[in-house]
T-cell receptor, first 111, second 112 residues
């Protein structure tokens, strides 16, 4: 099935550093969603984007809806140990109820 | 509190047996979904339902079955025909198209 291309696949960073990750698609999306998943738990919604060019923040997290509508970016500022987890991007295929998920970025924060 | 409840959290099954995973939501969402997640991998769609008494196959429906008799409930049955059933199963729901998807806590199924 279709998947979004998410990069990087994994990151090891020092506590306090900023993090950037992105998600790209060959097709246009009308909505971009960013999730965080802790081990053994379900994904939790972090940020939802609905408009091309939109920039939205949630605490230390900032996400942007790319102007081409084929990509999205998530930034985490001043990382802390609890930021550890897997971050997924997702979007519904146009006009359908089917959601496509990225392959995930695994983030590890070193204290 | 509104949300999605999956049960049980952990499930063990003997080979050759069918098993049913529960998913209930009180968000009044129309659409519900089942995903499978394998270690180190993303989410793959098994089945989804846009409305009561209707459901569609996803990318990996073989060996699974679902029903949607009530808006709040979307149980998934893992049949003996599923060759590699050991995985983490996630249920989700959405209000409509192009809206946020919310997930349950997941059920980890292990075949012994």
């Amino acid at each position: 099935g279709q998947q979004l291309n998410q990069s990087p696949q994994s990151m090891f960073i020092q506590e306090g550093e900023d993090v950037s990750m992105n998600c790209t698609s060959s097709s246009i999306f009308n909505t971009w969603l960013w999730y965080k998943q802790d081990p053994g738990e379900g994904p939790v919604l972090l940020i939802a984007l609905y408009k091309a060019g939109e920039l939205t923040s949630n605490g230390r997290l900032t996400a942007q809806f790319g102007i081409t509508r084929k990509d999205s970016f998530l930034n985490i500022s001043a990382s802390i140990p609890s930021d550890v987890g897997i971050y997924f991007c997702a979007g519904p295929t146009s006009g359908t109820y089917k959601y496509i998920f990225g392959t995930g970025t695994r983030l590890k924060v070193l204290a | 509190d509104g949300g999605i409840t999956q049960s049980p959290k952990y499930l063990f099954r003997k080979e050759g047996q069918n098993v049913t995973l529960s998913c209930e939501q009180n968000l009044n969402h129309d659409a519900m979904y089942w995903y499978r997640q394998d270690p180190g991998q993303g989410l793959r769609l098994i089945y989804y339902s846009q409305i009561v008494n209707d459901f569609q196959k996803g990318d990996i429906a073989e060996g699974y079955s679902v029903s949607r008799e009530k808006k709040e409930s979307f149980p998934l049955t893992v049949t003996s025909a599923q060759k590699n059933p050991t995985a983490f199963y996630l249920c989700a729901s959405t209000w409509s198209v192009n809206t946020e998807a919310f997930f349950g806590q997941g059920t980890r199924l292990t075949v012994v």
